[in-house]
């Protein structure tokens, strides 16, 4: 049995998860419930990252203490992986003493040169959590969230990154560390040739106020989060034991992230690991950013769609299917509620749900068995999984939408309601029941409580109508 582990990033909780993060989770939860239906023995994380010091700011500015807002917050992002039904195997937060312990053993396994101690000045945006240099801004302002940065100087652990310069290059120009999709590759292999400079791993205690991973052997400085973020993908696995977890499924098979965040994960987090003679991830995944009206959705431009919203309107399939059908695996995508309703009628509650409804409805009156069981559409079933193994979820949905239009054509074409003779009727309905049933088995990763709806209703011998899966939007 093949092992696969896959991961999301791991955001911080200084405000309420919005639906980018939710794209992701629902994104990652995709591969690993087909890799569970392949038979890989699968192994999904996410989690959050409570160490920033932007949760400390978040915290000092709501007038609470920082653990407790730390804990409010994260609690907040466990729910919505339960009610947007992500099935990870592990939830990590690292706030916690084994995530602690892990990230120390990681610091402490990198090479001695590869770390050292010196001062330093520069400019330094808290919502990136990272130091620019002057020729990356643009127009002197952080070039993600547009705002001034602060001119921080202190003493800091800095990690060589410029040993790694030519094994990166390598690493990710041989797709040995596969970059997806190659925009992307391109885009970190141009950043690594531009040379690469050292980056600060420590804050001192003051700056941090206290809150993070302490530095093993310094007790005046605590980790960059960044260093102790990313060992959230082995600290997970009990790396700090060398556990069965870590054993079995490190490396990990892919990385899950947003564009955003490239950098740390293609350039700093390989070179940490080549440090500490770790083996490397095999494949990063990046998607691009939802948008509203053009402008990219953030927390600090307060213009979030919020999940829980969503979810309370549409349901969790809706959501799922809006997710992976009309958001572009890894472009950005626009974001609205017209749009989102439009989907929602014209492909759910008139598509899946009302050719269902139709063909359950005919077969009941008609009162006809039919033998149906999910059986191997093989060339459905190969472009299928061309579409999933290549992450393009869109273009997997809308492979599977257009087997539903064709069956939906045919019933219309053929009307059955129309006939008298029972065996006519059932010669037009059974292999409409039968793709119905075949698409139920490929949506199971995407939709999964919608697919087991229809499987056990078209896996009846007499099938009957049911409840309607997607009740249209009016208004």
């Known amino acids: 049995m093949k092992k696969f582990y896959i991961t999301t990033a791991i955001p911080y909780v200084n405000a309420n998860p919005h639906i980018g993060f939710t794209l992701e989770l629902v994104q990652a939860d995709v591969i690993a419930r087909y890799h569970r239906q392949l038979g890989d023995s699968t ?20 007038g609470v203490d920082t653990k407790e807002f730390v804990d409010k917050n994260a609690d907040k992002f466990i729910e919505l992986t339960k009610r947007i039904n992500i099935s990870n195997d592990y939830f990590i937060r690292t706030a916690t003493d084994k995530h602690f312990q892990g990230a120390q053993k990681l610091w402490s396994a990198c090479k001695k040169e590869d770390v050292y101690k010196k001062k330093y000045k520069g400019h330094y945006c808290v919502g990136c959590e990272a130091f620019y240099m002057e020729k990356d801004l643009v127009d002197g302002k952080c070039p993600e969230h547009k705002k001034e940065l602060e001119v921080v100087e202190e003493e800091n652990y800095f990690f060589k990154l410029s040993n790694y310069q030519k094994k990166l290059e390598k690493l990710i120009e041989s797709d040995t560390y596969k970059v997806i999709p190659e925009s992307r590759k391109n885009e970190i292999l141009s950043f690594i040739r531009m040379g690469l400079e050292d980056f600060s791993i420590s804050r001192s205690r003051d700056r941090a106020k206290n809150w993070g991973v302490p530095v093993p052997g310094d007790d005046t400085q605590i980790m960059y989060v960044w260093f102790d973020a990313l060992s959230n993908y082995i600290t997970a696995l009990d790396y700090e034991n060398e556990g069965e977890l870590y ?19 293609a350039a700093y987090w390989p070179a940490m690991l080549m440090s500490a003679g770790i083996p490397l991830p095999k494949k990063l995944f990046v998607h691009g950013y939802i948008n509203i009206k053009g402008d990219k959705m953030s927390k600090s431009l307060g213009n979030v769609v919020n999940p829980f919203e969503l979810l309370d309107k549409y349901g969790v399939d809706a959501v799922r299917y809006y997710l992976l059908k009309h958001v572009h695996p890894v472009q950005d995508s626009d974001f609205s509620y017209d749009k989102f309703d439009i989907s929602y009628n014209a492909d759910l509650a008139n598509g899946l749900g009302n050719l269902v409804a139709r063909v359950s409805n ?52 053929k009307a059955p309601w129309k006939m008298d003779d029972k065996k006519a009727i059932k010669g037009v309905l059974e292999p409409i029941a039968q793709d119905i049933l075949n698409v139920a088995e490929l949506l199971k990763p995407f939709m999964p409580e919608t697919s087991e709806k229809i499987i056990k209703q078209f896996s009846a011998k007499q099938i009957k109508k049911e409840e309607g899966l997607f009740p249209r939007i009016v208004g």
């Not at 994380?45 to 010091?53: E, F």
């Not at 009162?367 to 190969?382: G, H, Y």
């Open 362 to 413: 005919l077969l009941e009156k008609n009162e006809l068995e039919v033998d149906i069981k999910i059986d191997s559409d093989k060339s459905l079933i190969k472009e299928f999984k061309v579409k999933i193994n290549k992450y393009k979820f869109n273009s997997a949905l809308e492979l599977l939408w257009g087997k539903l239009r064709s069956a939906d054509e045919t019933l219309s074409a």
């Open 247 to 265: 054993k079995k499924f490190w490396p990990a098979d892919t990385h899950v992230i947003g564009k955003g965040i490239i950098r740390f994960h």
């Open 43 to 62: 192994y999904f994380l996410t989690g959050t990252d409570d160490n920033a010091l932007k949760n400390v700011q978040a915290a000092e500015a709501a």
